[in-house]
């Protein structure tokens, strides 16, 4: 996907999430995260959205942690939400291609993975706004959800932190069925989770350890359409939409341990 698409993913999904807190009220749950109400999530989102505009704007060279959030009333905050919304899509209009600036996943360029990352963290944000307000879902592309999937998998479980981990080596197949050539292998054990892509036919990918992956059976294969199951892998939607042949004990245990 291309940068723009990112950022015009991250504007749209921004005043939805806005918009649906605003229709829940401030003191709804967040279903999947009932610790949180919406009041900690636009506290939460609202200084994301900062954090990645500053970096972007000063081209931060280290790593830096969100600002803290100001005091504010409750009528307050849905309005300070838009407000770093904005700021954030500003400042991934204004950069220049070229942008140097630090980043925590590989990526073809800074620009491109600060628009990448804030794209797929305000539309899961979004999704919990609108969960806790009871309402429909906003669709989103097959092509956004499948590059979401594959952010997560060989993305942010391939960092330190991600706590799937098993003692004994397992593999896991995640298959989209509407998303051409999104398929990837995850290799599980007491490590840090290793993903391997399934190679396009034809796209000229390297068809080495891809390849003879995806010939062995996985342990466990989940299906389905691509964003149900981007929602799914972020603990956002039930399973019950996925077709899931093999050991069901992983599913159990990316649910229990695939936060992020």
């Known amino acids: 996907m291309e940068i723009t698409e990112f950022v015009e993913t991250l504007r749209l999904d921004g005043g939805l999430l806005a918009d649906a807190a605003e229709e829940a009220g401030l003191d709804a749950t967040i279903p999947a995260c009932p610790d949180w109400q919406v009041r900690d999530l ?15 704007t000063q081209g931060a060279q280290q790593p830096t942690r969100p600002d803290a959030a100001p005091e504010l009333s409750d009528d307050q905050l849905v309005d300070w939400l ?3 919304h904005h700021e954030l899509v500003l400042a991934l209009h204004a950069a220049p291609r070229d942008l140097a600036a630090w980043s925590f996943l590989p990526a073809p360029s800074p620009l491109a993975f600060w628009a990448r990352r804030q794209a797929h963290e305000t539309s899961v944000h979004r999704v919990d706004a609108q969960q806790a307000a009871g309402a429909s879902l906003t669709p989103l592309p097959a092509a956004f959800a499948a590059d979401g999937i594959d952010e997560l998998l060989t993305g942010l479980h391939s960092l330190e932190r991600s706590q799937l981990r098993t003692e004994v080596p397992r593999t896991l197949r995640v298959r989209t069925t509407n998303a051409r050539g999104a398929e990837w292998t995850v290799h599980l054990s007491d490590a840090t989770p290793r993903t391997v892509r399934t190679p ?4 000229g990918a390297d068809a080495g350890e891809a390849a ?3 010939a062995k059976p996985a342990d466990c294969t989940i299906e389905g359409p691509a964003e149900e199951l981007y929602l799914a892998l972020w603990n956002r ?16 245990l990316w649910r229990e341990r695939a936060g992020i």
């Open 42 to 56: 636009l506290t939460h989102v609202g200084r994301v959205h900062r954090w990645a505009a500053r970096t972007v």
């Open 82 to 84: 838009r407000e770093g």
């Open 200 to 203: 396009v036919p034809g796209s």
């Open 212 to 214: 003879a992956d995806a």
């Open 237 to 252: 939607l039930p399973w019950d939409a996925m077709t899931v042949t093999g050991d069901p004990a992983l599913i159990d």
